[in-house]
């Protein structure tokens, strides 16, 4: 009798496969792979810390309709190279911009000229004209459809946010897409947007619950789970991708 497996990615999106215990794993990819419109190669599955062979079949990894199963959807190549050359452009374009200090600024800053003083003239009264009235024609202007307002920055950064990454990653992201919404997601996502991790890094409950799935997904302890959420900018995906054996 078949059942409904359900595969969740680290950003939460759900797609449900239906399944018979013979079905093999590389069948499930295939199946993911034309939900998502991606090769079946850049998708792995993860069950209980380890991605199980494209030749085992669902009885013989032990899936059931119950278990939390992890869809990883990797990057393509051109993809990842977009990102990379976008954050490379971005860094060439900083590097071109001269600093200068803010007191120096304002030394080099020219003073405005004082203008010359002008004498006002008498006002001389004209006679006034009666000009004849002219009706003109009515013309009925075109009606012109305003564009919408193009989306705010903070609302981007605020999508950003909601998918797991930190407001500076964000803020970073955005200013090499040129606040291109996608374009921002597959940087972060392919892992081109490089963010060191600072000392005492502050976390809530988002984040310790974040935590708790790395460890409940790879297998590892809470130490080691929180060390690769941190140094990857609190990004759970990386995180994951970063733990699983290569």
């Known amino acids: 009798m078949p059942m409904k497996l359900t595969?969740?990615?680290?950003?939460?999106?759900e797609y449900t496969v239906?399944?018979?215990?013979?079905?093999?794993?590389?069948?499930?990819?295939?199946s993911l792979g034309q939900q998502t419109t991606r090769d079946p190669s850049l998708v792995k599955i993860v069950f209980q810390g380890t991605s199980p062979s494209p030749d085992?079949?669902?009885?013989?990894?032990?899936?059931?309709?119950?278990?939390f199963i992890?869809?990883?959807m990797a990057k393509t190549a051109e993809e990842i190279k977009r990102a990379k050359e976008a954050l490379k452009r971005q860094e060439d374009d900083d590097d071109d911009m001269p600093y200068v200090p803010t007191k120096e600024k304002e030394k080099t800053e020219?003073?405005?000229?004082?203008?010359?003083?002008v004498?006002?003239?008498p006002k001389v009264e004209q006679p006034k004209v009666e000009q004849p009235k002219v009706e003109q024609p009515k013309v009925e202007q075109p009606k012109v459809v305003q564009p919408k307002e193009e989306e705010k920055l903070s609302d981007k950064v605020e999508k950003l946010e909601?998918?797991?990454?930190?407001?500076?990653?964000?803020?970073?992201?955005?200013?090499?897409a040129n606040n291109n919404l996608e374009q921002a997601v597959d940087i972060l996502t392919s892992g081109a947007l490089e963010t060191k991790p600072t000392e005492n890094v502050v976390l809530d409950n988002k984040d310790m619950d974040n935590i708790k799935s790395i460890m409940e997904v790879v297998g590892v302890d809470e130490e080691?789970?929180?060390?690769?959420y941190i140094e990857t900018g609190k990004n759970t995906e990386a995180a994951i991708n970063k733990l699983l054996p290569q």
């Not at 239906?18 to 295939?30: D, G, I, N, Y």
């Not at 669902?58 to 278990?67: L, R």
């Not at 020219?110 to 010359?116: G, H, N, S």
């Open 70 to 72: 992890l869809a990883m």
């Open 119 to 121: 004498v006002e003239q």
């Open 110 to 117: 020219p003073k405005p000229e004082e203008k010359p003083k």
């Open 7 to 13: 595969f969740t990615t680290p950003l939460n999106k």
């Open 18 to 30: 239906s399944a018979e215990p013979t079905t093999k794993v590389s069948e499930l990819l295939k």
């Open 162 to 176: 909601a998918m797991g990454f930190t407001k500076q990653q964000a803020e970073q992201a955005l200013k090499t």
């Open 56 to 67: 085992a079949t669902v009885a013989d990894v032990g899936f059931k309709e119950t278990s």
């Open 224 to 228: 080691t789970a929180k060390n690769a």
